[in-house]
């Protein structure tokens, strides 16, 4: 038996964040602040290319380890399948889209900053619910996953709690789109078997 690196995308993300990680909490502690926050409406500006920068890369910086592993214990256990199912560069697009998206719409509504992936992650948990569907049909795991994930974001919006159920919630609506949007690949061809 050999270890395989069965998900790039999700696997190489999960290396980065770590690694950024590390080295918030050793050698730069405002690694980041700098790259990995989205600064809030009012602290932004399209002429500071660091601020540019941030609007997709605040999916790989963290808080601290329990927001990094709050994150990626979904992350883990969802993406890998999904990575299988829509291939690694579609889901490669898939994460960058949802970060830009979290990114852009919290400079434009909100003042605080942003930094996490648990955008990618709830993006992720709304996909899977919808990639087995049929054509024409609406899975009634995706209903409860909507109810039970994104109601509970709502619920929960109004709290001061330094957590974006913003991002939340939309990277639940672009996992959403992008289940009902893109097709899964085709598996490949199974070998035929002569006797």
Request: aromatic share 10%.
């Amino acid at each position: 038996m050999r270890i395989k690196y069965n998900a790039p995308t999700v696997l190489t993300f999960t290396i980065i964040c770590v690694s950024v990680m590390a080295l918030s909490e050793t050698l730069i502690p405002s690694l980041n602040e700098a790259w990995f926050t989205v600064p809030g409406q009012g602290n932004f500006s399209l002429k500071n290319l660091r601020n540019v920068v941030t609007l997709a890369s605040h999916a790989i910086g963290h808080e601290n380890w329990n927001h990094l592993i709050s994150n990626f214990s979904l992350i883990l256990l969802v993406g890998p399948l999904l990575e299988e199912i829509y291939g690694s560069i579609t889901m490669l697009c898939m994460m960058f889209i949802t970060a830009a998206v979290t990114g852009i719409l919290n400079v434009i509504f909100f003042s605080t900053g942003l930094l996490g992936a648990s955008g990618i992650a709830f993006m992720m948990i709304l996909l899977s619910s919808v990639t087995n569907r049929k054509k024409g049909e609406i899975p009634l795991t995706f209903i409860l996953v909507v109810i039970v994930y994104l109601g509970g974001e709502f619920i929960t919006a109004f709290n001061r709690d330094h957590i974006s159920h913003f991002a939340h919630i939309l990277g639940g609506f672009c996992g959403s789109l992008f289940g009902f949007l893109r097709e899964p690949n085709p598996p490949p061809p199974q070998p035929t078997q002569l006797y």
